[in-house]
């Protein structure tokens, strides 16, 4: 079951409730620069988590300036789109209401998954960077924690991507194998502590190198684990090697 800390009591919650009723995400992001991107990318993994947990989400973004570019910049960055948030009156019935918003931001009913702030050492490059690599450097900090997009941050991305992709497509040419369940224990439970994504990227860290498994179940492992990552961890497939 995946918990979050409720930025308002910082007691862990459920969330989503109990029956799988539906579960409102809304995302606040106050403009178009690189926290506000944060602030989507958290709402994004909530919505991935939820989803892979069985849970039925309705996943909205409200207020903003520049929202036109930061859709753009969002869907770039692997982000799945949010609907306009409707009339508070407005409802499908959910059962459960999550707001993701910068720490500090407006008070909130419901629970309140706070994020941090994400620091570019030059905001007017950030288009400049392989979207992929700006997700795995953002993913690399857990959302309460501050993150710091400088040169040796953004480099450490980019080698892991690269080299994670091309072992994905190494693996995929061998005999597929299962994810060991102990392994997929490590991942659920990592991204369902208050999606704690740097201990995923841990596991994926400890699976790339450890000895005792087989190629074609670390290919499984990615390729799960990506559902939830959203690195397109799989896009050199059939490529030459």
């Known amino acids: ?13 459920d969330a989503a409730p109990a029956r799988r009723g539906l579960t409102r995400v809304e995302v606040h992001a106050p403009g178009f620069d690189t926290t ?16 892979l947990g069985g849970t039925p989400v309705w996943a909205l973004l409200t207020g903003g300036r520049q929202r036109a570019e930061l859709r753009a ?3 770039a960055l692997g982000i799945r789109p949010f609907e306009d948030s409707p009339d508070v009156s407005a409802g499908l019935g959910e059962a459960q209401l999550i707001h993701v918003a910068l720490e500090g931001g407006a008070a909130t009913d419901g629970v309140r998954i706070d994020v941090a702030p994400a620091h570019s050492e030059d905001p007017d490059t950030r ?3 392989d979207p992929g690599v700006l997700r795995l450097a953002l993913l690399a900090r857990h959302h309460s924690a501050p993150a710091r997009l400088e040169a040796a941050a953004l480099e450490e991305a980019r080698v892991t991507l690269a080299r994670w992709r091309g072992a994905v497509a190494r693996w995929a040419r061998l005999p597929s194998r299962p994810v060991p369940d102990e392994v997929r224990g490590r991942l659920r439970d990592a991204w369902e502590d208050d999606l704690d994504v740097p201990r995923v990227l841990d596991v994926l860290h400890h699976v790339e190198t450890g000895p005792e ?18 690195l397109d961890l799989t896009r050199d497939l059939g490529s030459p090697s």
Not at 3 to 11: C, F, N, Q, Y
Not at 36 to 51: I, N, P
Not at 218 to 230: H, K, P, S, V
């Open 213 to 230: 498994l087989p190629d074609g179940a670390r290919f499984e492992t990615y390729a799960y684990a990506d559902r939830l990552l959203g």
């Open 1 to 13: 079951m995946l918990r979050i800390i409720d930025a308002r009591s910082g007691e862990p919650v």
């Open 127 to 129: 288009d400049d960077i």
């Open 36 to 51: 506000s991107l944060r602030v989507l990318l958290v709402a994004d993994l909530l919505v991935r988590a939820l989803e």
């Open 73 to 75: 910049s969002a869907a």
